[in-house]
């Protein structure tokens, strides 16, 4: 889990998820509390929440840009990969009454599920990790 | 008589033994050359009555030499080994994983310093003949002159004017990393003597003169054996298995033989005859990996009368059968995506759903393009999966007869329990029969296949 003042909201998030032998996450279920100030459109913000989140977990698993030669290697989509429809958990997001001075909801999100899984990897595995995206490596029991 | 002392009868023994293994590591070691099977009938290129089997089609026969050279070339195929992805063609530098070691194929353009510029043809002759260079130094038979010594003198000189009229390379190639003893050069002189016979292509009177084109082709140009029969201990072409398929640089080469179920028995003369001018011949799937780069540079470039005359030559060898190839599942999968065996990791239906179903379809028919159905893919059908793993990993990228192709490579980004999941759903869902990869299995592929 992770909570954080961002871009003037106050989140906390909790991400469920499983590692395996080969040191692969699965993500189970999210679920984040966020203070985002007064709410005019609450559709808006738990959309721009829910994206943000599930972006922060591309990161986190698969946000990865390598050199070779000086020049970028990856192209496309299957050189670098994004959450797909059928990866993403389970999002519960709970907004709280709030009459503050609006804060902001687009990254908010993003900044939160990168930590919270973190954490969630290390209550699972004991591995902290430090680097991203995960090294699935040092997460793998099995080695292959 | 007088019994043998006990010592005597050790001796006798002894030498026995040492006989029968001799004979038997001599059957297994020395096995007949590549056109042994047609053995009778066989005449110098002056004896032979019929049209000439060598050089380039008839259409090319009034074309300039560097013309028919080229035509020479592209069925010998040169460019691919001799070329490194996106380097300059015949620069070298192309890397070949072998079990002793990393190989390197050299230059080839005509540059005096790093090519073969210097070459005379007695030189050039003598390389593509007897894997003998301009040094004197032996050549490893990773460059396949044990079949290319079939090949006509003129052919070779015709080969060596076309490489000559080239854009030269100053390129020279990385060094060979190659363990003890197999470093050791003059070595390939004994391999050459057991293996190389410093022969002439000989056409069989007995046969017809399409056949004798085609065993020109595929024997002495195309050298499909290199890659179609697996080699011995010395890494030769073992004959006795002759095109019953092997796994080559991490790439499983199929049964070429008339085999019903695991060679080419089944297909017709039109599907043969489309699969190797362009690729893909419906029913049968599309060629990908090493047999796509022969189909682009060599065979789609060949004249229509040398692809039929191929196909008449692989009719008449031997029928092997390869044991773990059944034949392949003919019909498409269903159309349903929940249709499949319960028992198939689900990683790789999640995977097949998020990157290949757009395309393939989940009933394995192309939904863009017929180059990408799967139905009747040998290597789909293959129960190792070792080329549904490769094509998976490192994608494919042609232009294809009607246009550009792309299967994106999946290697970089999916790990590889991932890519063993979903190539085992794939065989599991359109193959004859499931495949059962780990991941340790697609990190050794990867080690193979890679440059």
């Excluded at chain 2, 990393?102 to 540059?111: G, H, Q, R």
């Excluded at chain 2, 293996?195 to 195309?222: C, I, K, T």
């Excluded at chain 2, 682009?296 to 191929?310: F, G, K, Q, T």
């Amino acid at each position: 889990m992770a909570a954080q003042i961002s871009f003037a909201s106050f989140i906390a998030t909790v991400v469920e998820c499983e590692v395996d032998g080969a040191g692969e996450v699965k993500l189970r279920r999210v679920t984040s509390a966020v203070d985002t100030g007064i709410t005019v459109n609450p559709d808006t913000v738990m959309a721009q929440l829910q994206g943000g989140l599930v972006f922060g977990l591309t990161a986190a698993l698969y946000g990865e840009i390598t050199l070779k030669k000086g020049r970028v290697q990856q192209s496309n989509f299957h050189d670098y990969r994004m959450l797909r429809i059928d990866e993403v958990p389970k999002i519960d997001v709970h907004l709280i009454k709030s009459g503050e001075a609006p804060g902001g909801i687009g990254e908010t999100g993003a900044t939160a599920s990168i930590p919270a899984l973190r954490n969630a990897i290390y209550a699972a595995t004991g591995v902290a990790l430090r680097r991203m995206p995960i090294e699935r490596n040092l997460l793998a029991t099995t080695h292959t | 008589m007088k019994p043998l002392s006990t010592r005597r009868r050790i001796w006798l023994i002894g030498a026995l033994a040492i006989l029968v293994i001799g004979a038997v590591v001599a059957w297994r070691m020395l096995p007949p050359n590549a056109l042994s099977f047609a053995a009778a009938h066989a005449v110098t290129l002056a004896d032979y009555a019929g049209p000439s089997p060598i050089g380039a089609p008839p259409e090319l026969r009034s074309a300039d030499l560097v013309t028919r050279g080229k035509y020479l070339v592209d069925a010998a195929d040169c460019i691919v080994c001799h070329t490194t992805d996106g380097g300059q063609p015949f620069a070298g530098g192309r890397a070949f994983v072998t079990p002793f070691g990393i190989l390197y194929s050299p230059n080839i353009t005509a540059d005096r310093e790093t090519g073969i510029g210097a070459w005379s043809d007695a030189d050039f002759l003598s390389a593509v003949h007897k894997g003998i260079d301009n040094q004197g130094r032996r050549l490893y038979p990773a460059f396949p002159y044990e079949s290319y010594t079939l090949l006509a003198d003129e052919d070779v000189l015709a080969i060596k004017a076309y490489l000559f009229s080239l854009p030269v390379a100053h390129a020279t190639s990385p060094p060979n990393s190659l363990k003890f003893p197999f470093n050791q050069r003059w070595l390939m002189g004994i391999w050459s003597a057991f293996y190389s016979p410093d022969q002439r292509f000989r056409p069989r009177e007995n046969r017809s003169p399409e056949w004798n084109r085609g065993a020109y082709l595929v024997e002495a140009l195309g050298h499909c054996g290199d890659c179609h029969t697996p080699r011995n201990l010395a890494q030769a072409p073992d004959n006795r298995h002759k095109f019953e398929g092997a796994v080559t640089s991490g790439w499983r080469a199929y049964n070429i033989t008339p085999d019903a179920a695991s060679g080419i028995g089944q297909w017709s003369d039109a599907e043969l005859i489309a699969y190797l001018s362009a690729g893909h011949a419906t029913g049968h799937g599309s060629a990908a990996g090493p047999m796509a780069e022969v189909v682009d540079a060599s065979l789609r470039n060949m004249a229509p009368a040398d692809v039929r005359a191929i196909v008449t030559y692989l009719r008449t060898i031997p029928a092997i059968r390869t044991h773990d190839l059944a034949a392949p599942e003919a019909s498409p999968a269903s159309d349903n995506p929940k249709s499949i065996e319960a028992s198939v990791d689900p990683r790789g239906k999640q995977i097949f759903e998020g990157a290949c179903a757009s395309c393939h379809g989940w009933s394995g028919v192309g939904v863009l393009t017929n180059y990408a159905t799967l139905t009747g893919n040998r290597a789909v059908n293959d129960p190792s999966a070792i080329n549904v793993a490769q094509i998976v990993l490192s994608g494919e990228q042609r232009i294809a007869v009607d246009g550009a192709l792309l299967m994106p490579g999946f290697g970089a980004a999916y790990s590889n329990t991932e890519i063993a999941a979903v190539a085992n759903y794939v065989t599991a869902r359109f193959g004859a029969a499931p495949s059962r990869l780990t991941a340790q299995d697609v990190a050794e592929f990867r080690r193979l296949s890679s440059e």
